[in-house]
DNA sequence: GTTAAAAATAATAACTATTATTGATTTGAG
DNA sequence: CTCAAATCAATAATAGTTATTATTTTTAAC
């Protein structure tokens, strides 16, 4: 039984991606995992994310304040952007975007592959603070 | 009259961003305007850039291929990006998720105040070319 | 368990898009 | 024209990300 593409600290990546619902940056997830690899390196996070995004078990949501923010929740589903303190919050709600495919496809003889659905404004905690 | 805010240069950046669909990013600008405005500078094109943004006369599409992509077209619609080519495209087509602003506002307790749809596919020139 | 090839990593350097700085130029009202 | 405010060009600086390379870890056959 071979078991390519294994190593403890990729599978501690990968595992600490799901187990979160704060859609990171690498550099926090590489401050997150120090403690338990001090010999943990910042590259290797960004490898490894890469990795993730190219075989499917992480994506990608966006920038968010010019740093890369990633999600291991692979089912599809939307996210809201707070525009004051950069959290990324989770929208399992369906909003027919994706029955759009087919006719997306059509209006521009294009093969769409995914459709992402970004909403901004100000999350609840900012809201309080103000 | 206070004509604020004015320069050759900014009008001609902004009248180049809102006279093209590509969507184009901030060095495209500075290459096209180049020739017109032998001294132009690529730091005012991203100052000025910024600007509408702040104002909103511009919108920012995203990020594709570590690059900020420009729309001057501040009318609601969505985008598709090829993923193999980088081009923008732009849907007009409504996709009824600004419908869903009340819903996403009570179920996160947020304010939310816009919405991005964002496709990802093969154009159909990139589908041409294979 | 050993071992050798393959894969992954740490440390570092390099890259690149973007932003900040600063001194010079342009703008437009008086 | 004059002057203060706005804008700009040129340059340097910043910061997120990627590439490099020597070293370490993993793997699987022995």
């Not at 187990?19 to 550099?27: D, F, L, V």
């Not at 403690?35 to 290797?44: A, E, I, K, N």
């Not at 495919?101 to 100000?122: K, M, P, T, Y």
Request: proline share 3%; glycine share 6%; aromatic share 10%.
């Amino acid at each position: 039984m071979k078991r390519q593409n294994y190593s403890r600290k990729r599978e501690a990546i990968l595992q600490a991606l799901q187990g979160t619902n704060t859609h990171p940056t690498a550099e926090w997830m590489y401050l997150q995992l120090k403690s338990q690899f001090p010999d943990l390196s910042l590259g290797t996070v960004y490898r490894n994310l890469a990795q993730f995004k190219t075989e499917g078990s992480a994506v990608s949501v966006g920038i968010v304040n010019g740093q890369e923010r990633f999600d291991g929740n692979t089912s599809p589903h939307s996210h809201f952007i707070c525009t004051q303190c950069g959290a990324v919050l989770d929208i399992f709600k369906p909003l027919y975007a994706e029955a759009s495919f087919s006719e997306i496809s059509q209006e521009l003889c294009a093969q769409v592959e995914s459709c992402d659905v970004l909403f901004r404004g100000v999350c609840s905690d900012c809201l309080k603070k103000q």
